[in-house]
């Protein structure tokens, strides 16, 4: 017999159906089963008795249905050769419909790939357009801010921090410490900020700023400063992180786009709620290399503008640098390139050459003093 092109279904067959042979004839089809050990015979099917629909994931196949509803048997017709010859034979009433249902397909199917190529280009283009612009986004948005709530922020996070500290309240490392922040901060033009700056006994190597302006010195740091000129180059440089605005960028930037998004609509008390939370990081938080690079910068030229050696400033950052790390927190984020260091002499080459003004303080009895509460 033929080999077969059409698969047949029915209450008999099993559920995978049955391979078949299928002729048309002017008068209809006849379906031969190619394995007839079960005695299924042959059927003749008159065109008066089936229905015809489209099938297949594409649409391309015919399907042929006859019999009772109870016991419905179902022809897949695939071969294209049949499928013509049906066409061809049937009467036009039968396959009428098929052409509108091919149509009707076609036409969704392509409205679909319109509706998909339209999503695919607009999501892309969303995510094109936000990887590309987060830092401008962040930027319009750390802008639309205020001060007040800048201050807020880091302010209970500063009290919060100094809780569990022992902070010195006078003595000589607190007067030079204030000393060296009253020299920078005369010097800094249009300041929104009033700076609180704390020493800290601790022998950790460090010193941070808070955004808002919530500065702490550790005394290890003081200790380890040869001159008031080195911890002014430390506090020049936090300071600068605080006037640029660095530590709220970070924050903003760890929300996430949608948070930017809400403060650009002007949702800053949902961004409150948020932004408690981020409280506690802000002590860990990590300036990224163009903070850090932007806060040498300004805070080379802020120590100029007070006429402080600007050299403590690489000196320092370069002593401690040859140091065993594990102290020196400040270096952890800190770390002294020799990129850094190159940058650093290349901006000090570009500032005008004035004399500096020394600081009143004997350098001896600050570190003593800072060293002495600590026993
Ligand atoms: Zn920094």
């Known amino acids: 017999m033929n080999s077969p092109n059409a698969l047949c279904f029915g209450e008999e067959f099993p559920a995978t159906g049955v391979p078949c042979h299928v002729e048309v004839s002017p008068s209809g089809l006849t379906v031969r089963f190619q394995d007839d050990a079960r005695g299924l015979g042959e059927l003749s099917l008159s065109f008066s008795t089936v229905s015809v629909s489209a099938g297949g994931l594409d649409h391309d196949q015919l399907v042929l249905r006859w019999g009772l509803t109870s016991q419905v048997q179902t022809l897949y017709l695939k071969d294209p050769a049949v499928i013509r010859a049906f066409r061809s034979a049937a009467p036009p009433v039968l396959t009428k419909h098929l052409d509108e249902t091919a149509a009707t397909v076609r036409r969704v199917r392509s409205r679909n790939r319109t509706v998909w190529a339209f999503m695919v280009a607009v999501i892309g283009g969303l995510v094109l357009a936000v990887w590309f612009s987060t830092d401008v986004l962040v930027g319009w948005a750390v802008d639309r801010i205020p001060v007040e709530w800048e201050k807020r922020l880091g302010q209970s996070a500063y009290q ?216």
């Open 160 to 375: 919060d921090f100094l809780v569990q500290q022992t902070v010195m309240k006078e003595g000589a490392s607190v007067a030079a410490v204030h000393e060296i922040s009253q020299r920078l901060l005369e010097h800094i033009l249009d300041n929104p900020y009033t700076f609180e700056i704390s020493v800290v006994k601790n022998d950790v190597v460090n010193a941070f700023a808070l955004p808002g302006g919530y500065v702490v010195v550790f005394t290890g740091l003081l200790e380890q400063a040869k001159s008031g000129e080195e911890v002014a180059g430390v506090l020049s440089h936090e300071f600068n992180h605080v006037l640029e605005r660095h530590g709220l960028e970070r924050i903003v930037k760890q929300l996430g786009v949608v948070a930017v998004i809400g403060i650009i609509l002007g949702d800053q008390q949902g961004l409150a709620g948020v932004m408690k939370q981020v409280g506690v990081e802000l002590l860990s938080l990590k300036f990224g290399r163009a903070q850090e690079t932007e806060a040498d910068v300004t805070g080379l030229q802020l120590l100029h503008r007070a006429r402080i050696d600007p050299d403590g400033m690489i000196t320092f950052f370069q002593r401690m640098s040859e140091q065993e790390q594990g102290r020196v927190e400040w270096l952890s984020t800190h770390p002294m390139s020799t990129a850094r260091a190159e940058r650093l002499k290349k901006e000090m080459a570009l500032l005008s050459k004035t004399v500096p003004e020394p600081f009143t303080f004997q350098w001896e009895t600050v570190q003593a003093s800072a060293g002495a509460v600590r026993r």
